[in-house]
């Protein structure tokens, strides 16, 4: 149980003193002293008071070890965006970061992407990345780079770096966003989705380039998403031309005919 290591965290988080906090609960000084140097155990009345002060599930508070999460992870907690609230599983992320202690964008290239499949949550593994930073960035969210193989993303080239915004909370993500996916058997992509996690616990996944067929991915099936933020090149992409606005058409009318078939199947 790491409820008085959690409550000690978020306090100093919060910049409240214990005498501070304590008069909140309207409690003694000593008792929270003692909750939170773990030679007390709270009543359930006081792990509701803590729970509604901190605005963090019981849960939360109970089961999670706070201090192992990194700064994106507990602003997102911080923020409402509680596992135990979303009813997604919380996913511990292996993070870096700098002599400032914010965090770094990690880089995986194509060749790292393999080990990467399976050090992703190894701190070891994370470690040995390249780093770098991109000051026009949110500090309170977590970022990381992936170099993309392959043309089913066209017109972003093949080796372009692309990064992406951690997701905690895959319920939050829209259709129409484009994700870098880490899964278990197909190691890591990078696709438009459709979310229907609510529907059938399932993304659906699009290229950008009409040749390559959508396919559905249960979400067991996915270790990571990180949301599209920007990518970086060398290449120009290739100048639009109409035969490729016809290409996109086509690729649009294969998105709609593709959920007009699967709402018909429903019925």
């Known amino acids: ?13 919060r910049g409240r003193t214990q005498d501070e906090v304590a008069n909140y609960l309207k409690m003694k000084r000593s008792t929270l002293s003692g909750y939170e140097n773990k030679v007390a155990l709270p009543s359930i009345d ?3 008071a803590f729970s509604e002060y901190f605005n963090i599930a019981i849960d939360t508070l109970l089961k999670i070890d706070l201090n192992k999460l990194s700064e994106s992870q507990l602003s997102e907690i911080e923020k409402g965006y509680d596992v135990f609230v979303t009813g997604s599983r919380i996913r511990v992320l292996a993070t870096t970061v700098n002599d400032k202690n914010e965090e770094n964008i990690e880089l995986v290239p194509e060749k790292a992407k393999a080990g990467y499949t399976r050090g992703f949550a190894d701190p070891e593994y994370i470690k040995e990345l390249p780093v770098f930073s ?5 500090k309170e969210k977590k970022y990381r780079t992936f170099q993309i193989k392959g043309d089913s993303m066209l017109p972003i080239p093949e080796g372009s770096w692309v990064t992406g915004e951690y997701i905690q909370d895959w319920g939050t993500l829209k259709s129409g966003d484009a994700c870098i996916i880490l ?3 197909e190691g890591v992509v990078f696709k438009i989705i459709e979310n229907n996690i609510q529907k059938d616990k399932s993304l659906k996944l699009y290229s950008l380039n009409p040749v390559y067929d959508a396919y559905d991915m249960i979400i067991n099936e996915i270790n990571e998403i990180w949301k599209f933020t920007n990518f970086i090149s060398s290449e120009i992409p290739e100048p ?5 606005d016809l290409l996109t058409t086509v690729a649009n009318l294969k998105y709609e005919m ?8 429903n019925k």
């Open 1 to 13: 149980m790491y409820f008085c290591t959690n409550i000690k965290l978020l306090r100093k988080r």
């Open 240 to 244: 639009r031309m109409p035969k490729d």
């Open 134 to 138: 991109l000051p026009f960035l949110s």
């Open 46 to 48: 006081n792990l509701i």
């Open 183 to 185: 899964t278990l058997n």
């Open 258 to 265: 593709n959920k007009i078939k699967a709402q018909m199947s």
